[in-house]
């Protein structure tokens, strides 16, 4: 299914240490879906089993997306508890990369704090100050797309604790979970942006502001 010359151009793009097979997110969609019709996930052990090979034989980036696709497929929903968080920690900080780490953050973590907000919420606020970096990325984003649902007070925690983060990821983190929310409720951002806005760096508070 792959393309060679998108490989390439998908490489240079994402600056990947992995090469790639040039497979569109679609296609790759539905060659999950036919391998897992094939070759059904037995319990929980054998999901992490699976994601793991993918995941630590990858040999291109595609494995990774594969991992992410059996992990996240709806029939696996079931197994997706806080027993996981373990492999949901090593694939953020083995994946070190926007692209994966939002993908496990706004999807495979945001459905656990959903799912168990008090103990998953108390690893997000530790993940929040984390000496890595996709730690405390995924910590920001987990509740891009709660929309009502998102925990304000956890939003608030974890965006005050890297305000003075100087990384480019986090600073663009803060902006996009605190634009999210503005979807949802503008004038608790406008606020929060007023108390705090001298204290952000231009690049949150403009992604933070850009619809209001």
Known sequence: AGDAERAVQQQRYMKSR????GVPMPALRRIVR??????PIADQRDLTTTVLALWDGAGHREDWYAALAVLQAP???????????????????TGHWWDVVDDLATHALGELLALEPEGVGALMRQWAVDDDL?????????????????????????????LDDPDFFVRKGIGWALRAYAHTDPEWVRAFVAAHGDRMSPLSLREATKHL
């Open 18 to 21: 992995l090469p790639f097979c």
């Open 134 to 162: 996709w730690r405390r990325r995924a910590a920001l984003v987990c509740q891009v797309g709660a929309k009502a649902d998102t925990d304000v007070g956890l939003l608030e925690d974890v965006v005050l604790v890297t």
């Open 34 to 39: 036919s391998a897992l019709g094939a070759h």
């Open 75 to 93: 029939r696996h929903r079931v197994w997706r508890d806080l027993t996981l968080l373990p492999l949901y920690d090593h694939l953020v900080v």
